[in-house]
């Protein structure tokens, strides 16, 4: 399939060269693997973190080290970044540890990161994505014509689905893209779909256990990078 003709009838704000480069890398055509800058426009992103009980304190370590691998291979920054992180942990409760708004340059992010706390309790996800969209991505925290990710990471069912397919629709019509990642076999591989935009194929990750999350980074990054645009987004494609 030629490229002018991958590029008809899908998202025009989508970062090509970012996606060609990337897949190259993959299949690995290039040798290193440099990755190219996440497109040109701000992007701020929420990583919402499961630390419910089914989760060991091992497993929610490597969660944790999930997130600053993506730190640094999205250059993530939120002094001076075009992209900007905020974490939100949840159970029982939510516990936004790092804000948008928090000064930390990147290799601050990773040390905060790092140094979260587990917790334990129940999955209550409707509460955390709740959060991200009331509070996290609210005016005057997420900076003006940013583009809104919310990447999602969970080992099992939430507590109250119904809510969780609200809130998660009630996020994208905010213009929030979320991404779900699943981890292990007590998924509920329909809720994941609720939670995450489509296309599914795109939006939507399943690994078996948290081992195989750096399986899946350079897939999730791509993917990420495939929504910021590179240019304006009132401008439109020749294609």
């Not at 730190?71 to 900007?84: A, F, H, P, S, T």
């Not at 935009?197 to 990750?205: E, G, M, V």
Request: proline residues 3%; glycine residues 6%; hydrophobic residues 35%.
């Amino acid at each position: 399939m030629s490229e002018k003709r991958l590029k008809q009838g899908v998202n025009q704000n989508i970062n090509f060269d970012f996606l060609k480069t990337k897949l190259d890398c993959l299949l690995n055509l290039r040798k290193p693997c440099i990755l190219p800058d996440c497109g040109e426009k701000e992007a701020d992103i929420y990583f919402v973190l499961d630390a419910s009980s089914s989760i060991w304190k091992p497993d929610f370590e490597k969660e944790l080290k999930f997130v600053t691998d993506m730190i640094d291979d999205l250059k993530i920054d939120n002094v001076n970044g075009r992209i900007r992180a905020g974490v939100v942990v949840f159970s029982n409760s939510t516990r936004n540890v790092v804000a948008l708004t928090s000064k930390r340059t990147r290799e601050e992010l990773k040390r905060q990161i790092s140094g979260v706390t587990y917790a334990k309790g129940v999955t209550h996800t409707s509460e955390a994505i709740r959060f991200v969209r009331q509070y996290g991505f609210r005016e005057g925290v997420t900076r003006p014509g940013a583009i809104k990710i919310a990447i999602i990471m969970t080992d099992g069912i939430s507590r109250f689905p119904q809510k969780t397919k609200d809130q998660s629709e009630l996020a994208r019509g905010e213009n929030i893209t979320i991404f779900a990642i699943g981890i292990g076999n007590k998924v509920d591989k329909t809720e994941l779909k609720r939670i995450a935009n489509d296309p599914n194929s795109k939006h939507l990750f399943h690994v078996s256990d948290f081992d195989g999350l750096h399986a899946i980074k350079d897939l999730l990054v791509l993917s990420a990078c495939a929504v910021i645009p590179d240019v304006p987004q009132n401008l439109q494609s020749e294609y």
